[in-house]
């Protein structure tokens, strides 16, 4: 059996936080859009997550009571350490700078865009991009805003490994209790998904080619249901949000070779089949053996 669905201005591939975000936006702009997810549901890796989400200056964080002293001191210390990267030392005398001045005038709660930049460089031990840990930081605050409108609320500020300060926003129960963030918010990212009648998702649905027109650019998907039913859906643009490949446990290892053997807390989607069919049609890739590997798993 084959289906052909035409007219649709944006085709999404991966259902998890990031496309499901992709759709809100471009449903919102009045783009009509069509979800395609691999597994029987939705959520990928975000529906994993169990911390929170990292921003500074927002009513949330502000809100506390800053006591944070030795996180500041400590990380201002450990960027010595790099003194051959230009950005870090850059960020590190902004930030003492801003911190020195907050000493002589305590008001409010201490945090920076700076001080958000400074950890993130620093946790990832120099190697990150710093146009995008600049973006991320200058970001965030945004974002959680942003979810608000769709009814996630990220209302708790706590402390969290990698940052300075109380930074890390997680969502609260009825009860008031912390609860882990994905399991909360992804439902309320379908919702709002399925709120919109300008998207259509379709689950059970693998991505398996990249349309392309007659200039080479994207102009849809070939997809197969579960059943094997071929799929073809004429689109305007693609958006490749399947995630990574922390699930392949070969291609993990053949990208690190002395991570063979691991076990992984990955989604079992998270298989990387998206990024290759990126790859054949000439995409870029960047940092593929920088593989986070969980540190407190229980492997039963």
């Not at 460089?121 to 769709?150: C, M, Q, R, S, Y």
């Not at 094997?228 to 053949?254: P, R, Y």
Request: charged share 20%.
């Amino acid at each position: 059996i084959m289906a052909f669905l035409t007219n649709e201005k944006l085709v999404i591939v991966g259902a998890g936080g990031a496309g499901m975000v992709a759709a809100i936006t471009a449903a919102d702009s009045g783009e009509n859009g069509i979800l395609l997810e691999k597994q029987s549901m939705v959520g990928g890796n975000s529906a994993r997550a169990t911390g929170g989400m990292n921003a500074t200056h927002t009513p949330e964080q502000d809100a506390n009571k800053f006591t944070e002293n030795a996180g500041v001191d400590k990380t201002l210390k450990a960027a010595e350490k790099f003194a051959d990267n230009a950005r870090i030392i850059e960020l590190a005398q902004i930030v003492k700078t801003q911190w020195e001045n907050y000493q002589k005038e305590p008001k409010g709660y201490f945090d920076s865009i700076e001080l958000m930049q400074l950890d993130t460089l620093i946790g990832g031990h120099g190697i990150n991009n710093p146009e995008l840990v600049k973006t991320f930081a200058d970001n965030a605050a945004g974002a959680v805003e942003w979810l608000k409108t769709i009814k996630i609320d990220l209302s708790s500020v706590g402390a969290f490994g990698g940052a300075s300060v109380k930074r890390i926003h997680r969502p609260l129960n009825e009860e008031k209790k912390v609860v882990s963030v994905g399991a909360y918010m992804i439902p309320r990212l379908e919702a709002a998904c399925r709120e919109r009648k300008n998207i259509t998702i379709m689950i059970e649905t693998t991505a398996d080619s990249i349309l392309t027109d007659e200039k080479g650019a994207a102009s849809g998907i070939i997809a197969y249901s579960s059943e094997g039913d071929k799929i073809t859906i004429h689109s305007k643009a693609v958006i490749l949000a399947a995630g990574g490949f922390g699930a392949n446990l070969k291609m993990v290892a053949l990208l690190k070779p002395e991570l063979d053997g691991f076990m992984t807390t990955n989604a079992a989607g998270i298989t990387g089949e998206r990024i290759v069919m990126g790859q054949e049609l000439g995409a870029a890739v960047v940092d593929m053996a920088q593989i986070q590997i969980h540190p407190t798993v229980q492997a039963d």
